[in-house]
């Protein structure tokens, strides 16, 4: 199978009204997408912050549970968080990501409102060969990414749908269910 | 398709050490769940609690965001808000879900400890009958529901599984999840 790495995005995001925003970092963004990036095999999952003080922040959140009471509150919430890289950018988690996977991996966009993007089942048969790339997955803060990171992928996925027409789910569901469609058993 | 319901249980639920205990409502646990049930067609999502102070909690969390800021800020948050119900206990769903119905739904136990359950392929074709009874989906908080919830079930769902055998995933995201290979297009 192919390396997976998922990529939480809070620069270039946007807000409401469309603008361009740098969005905080939510420590249960964190928990959550660990968890999931853990439970379906995920090498890795970068925090990724351009503002010093939120890098220092998730630090902390990290540090509580690598020692002390949380260590022993829940280990298992542990094994997830260890797969956690806090980075600058994107460049830096692409850097990563190779050093660690022996080669660059595919970029792969995620969005509520694309209007088309690659199945999840033809996404999926490509994860599941011997010699695929590396895939990293990116995901949104705020509103969902700018514009100008569709430009930095290599491929974008279809957006998650359900029977009607409201797709407005949390980034925390969206990337549990999107690594579930990619790698759900 | 059948009527679908969604109910989160924060009593009986273990903790860490298996203790049986009441958890307390996590806000962002009402956003995320409602905004999943909202997307893959949910028609209640019962927030099931036995502590007077949680559930009027859970109604000054909803008040916000009916009304002023929160409405101002995004209303497609709002009609997702607009699926919750905030009750005592399961009984109170189960009525309120058959009036809203005309029947009473088939309760579904789900866990992420379950040695076995009913395949989601399966439950996915039974809600897609036209005649089906509607169903309840059970979801635990804490580290999930205490045994005896189980034994108020009509069916349990096998446990989501990754590549690993790690799974221990948020309720947010395993409520996503659920909800996809349920009714995911």
């Known amino acids: 199978m192919a390396a997976l790495f998922v990529a939480l995005i809070h620069y270039p995001v946007?807000?409401?009204n469309g603008r361009i925003v740098t969005s905080a970092i939510t420590?249960?963004?964190?928990?959550?997408i660990a968890r999931s990036s853990r439970t379906y095999g995920a090498t890795a999952f970068f925090v990724v912050h351009p503002v010093p003080d939120q890098r220092e922040f998730a630090g902390r959140v990290l540090e509580h549970w690598r020692t002390g009471y949380g260590r022993q509150f829940d280990s298992r919430r542990q094994e997830a968080l260890d797969l956690i890289r806090v980075v600058t950018n994107l460049d830096d988690a692409?850097?990563?990501?190779?050093r660690i996977a022996g080669a660059r991996p595919l970029v792969v966009y995620t969005s509520a409102r694309a209007s088309t993007g690659i199945a999840y089942a033809e996404m999926?048969?490509?994860l599941e060969?011997?010699?695929?790339?590396?895939v990293m997955l990116l995901f949104g803060t705020g509103?969902?990414?700018a514009p100008a990171m569709l430009e930095r992928a290599d491929l974008a996925l279809a957006p998650v749908l359900g029977p009607g027409g409201y797709n407005h789910l949390s980034v925390r569901a969206?990337?549990?269910?999107?690594?579930?469609?990619l790698r759900g058993h």
Do not use: K, W
């Open 14 to 16: 946007v807000d409401r």
């Open 129 to 134: 060969r011997e010699d695929a790339a590396p």
């Open 174 to 181: 969206a990337a549990g269910i999107i690594l579930d469609r």
């Open 94 to 98: 692409l850097v990563e990501a190779e």
């Open 143 to 145: 509103f969902g990414m």
């Open 27 to 32: 420590s249960l963004d964190l928990h959550d």
């Open 124 to 126: 999926r048969a490509r």
